[in-house]
Structures are given as structure tokens and as C-alpha cells.
């Protein structure tokens, strides 16, 4: 079974705008990441959020941890054609161990 | 500075075929790890290396096996090939086994027939 779970699973919007997709877990975690796949490319890391952080950015990238809830959001501001992608969060710890366990992923479009 | 490095990029076998794929970890990273993607799905973990042995795997049958090598690059092997083993398989390098940080090669796209 999949530790994360994005939500929504599609997203279409217009360039410029913001994206935000959102991702659920069920135990406890060291860390969480955030990856996206073009066209079923390799996964490429975007930004990797500890248990004990609440937010962190990385250029037009903003993530939030809410570990009492269990989830994380991922929040592209200005969005650009090249974001069109799939995006998945991964969560270690759900076996016991570091191996990475993933969500279904969200598809986002970026219409320009 | 080289990121993870997977070969081939795509591969065509028949069904009961064996099959092994290769990947470089990126530099300074000696722990890799080896995801099954299905399409429309997220990365399943298949085992992870780590100095040489396997640390973990998930739940997949023996017809997958691995191998690290002392320069850290890794092989999966699957034998007796199934139709079902058609899917992206993908390498993730991490900088020590207890480092969850994984950085992830381009993948290689199986297809059997």
C-alpha cells in the first residue's frame, strides 16, 4: 500500500497562476520529498522537508509540514508551461526503515 | 558534477527473457535503492545496497535480484520475465544508508513481450 496520498490528482491552470496539491501520510516520518516526472522521465528532487520544519522554500517552490495532521502541501507560485509534470511526495519511515515510500502523484497542466 | 546514470534507457525482451539494468550513483553517494514504476502509479520499492549487500527489500519475488559493486554502481537483474515486469524502473542514490535524501536516475523503460 502507498504511504503518501496527493490530493488532487489532476490539476489543470493557466501560466502565471499558483498550484498547490497536497499530500497525506499515515505514521510517523523522518523526512519528506517532493519529486517531479516529465512525461514518465526520471523523478527529479525538489526539496526535502525534515519533521521538525513547518515550511521551507526553494525559489518558487513553498512546502508545508503539518506532522499532527499527517500531510504536506507543495505551492508553485507563477506557474510556467515547463511545470506541466507529475508531481509525487515520498515519506520515509512508514516500514520502520529510510526506504521511500510513494503517492500516487498529482499530473499537473500548465496551459500557456 | 555527474547525477545518477541508468543504462540502457530502454530495453525490449520477450517473455521469459533475463534482464539486467545498470546505475551509477551520483558522487559521493554510496547507498542506492531500485523502484518499479508502473504506468499511472508511484515508484514501488523493489531492495536497497548498501556496501555491498542487500540492506532492505520490499515485497517482490526472488526473480529480482542485485548486485553493488566496491565503486558503489549497482545491477538489477530479473529473471524469467514476466509481461507484468513491464515498467520504468528507476535507481535512487542516497549519501549513506541512514540518509533519506534519494536522488533518482532517468530510468530505464522495460518492455516485455
Known amino acids: 500500500s502507498q504511504q503518501g496520498e496527493e490530493d488532487p490528482q489532476a490539476l489543470s491552470i493557466q501560466e502565471g497562476e499558483n498550484a498547490t496539491m497536497n499530500c497525506s501520510y499515515k505514521t510517523s516520518i523522518n523526512n519528506l520529498q517532493w519529486y517531479r516526472q516529465n512525461s514518465g522521465r526520471g523523478l527529479v528532487h525538489l526539496i526535502l522537508i525534515r519533521s521538525n520544519e513547518r515550511e521551507k522554500h526553494s525559489g518558487r517552490l513553498r512546502v508545508t509540514l503539518d506532522t499532527s495532521k499527517k500531510s504536506s502541501s507543495l505551492l508553485i507560485t507563477a506557474s510556467r508551461a515547463a511545470d506541466t509534470a507529475s508531481y509525487f511526495c515520498?515519506?520515509?519511515?512508514?516500514?520502520?526503515?529510510?526506504?521511500?515510500?510513494f503517492g500516487k502523484g498529482n499530473q499537473v497542466v500548465v496551459i500557456p | 558534477d555527474a547525477g545518477v546514470t541508468q543504462s540502457p534507457t530502454h530495453l525490449i525482451k520477450t517473455r521469459g527473457q533475463q534482464v539486467t539494468l545498470r546505475c551509477s550513483p551520483k558522487?559521493?553517494?554510496?547507498?542506492v535503492s531500485w523502484y518499479q514504476q508502473a504506468l499511472g502509479q508511484g515508484p514501488q520499492f523493489i531492495f536497497q545496497y548498501y556496501e555491498e549487500e542487500e540492506r532492505q527489500r520490499g515485497n517482490f519475488p526472488d526473480r529480482f535480484s542485485g548486485h553493488q559493486f566496491p565503486n558503489y554502481s549497482s545491477e538489477l537483474n530479473v529473471n524469467a520475465l514476466l509481461l507484468g515486469d513491464s515498467a520504468l524502473y528507476l535507481c535512487a542514490s542516497s549519501p549513506g544508508v541512514m540518509n533519506t535524501e534519494a536522488f533518482f536516475g532517468q530510468g530505464t523503460r522495460l518492455t516485455v513481450v
Open positions: 558522487s559521493g553517494h554510496d547507498t
Open positions: 515520498a515519506t520515509d519511515g512508514f516500514y520502520g526503515n529510510n526506504r521511500l515510500a
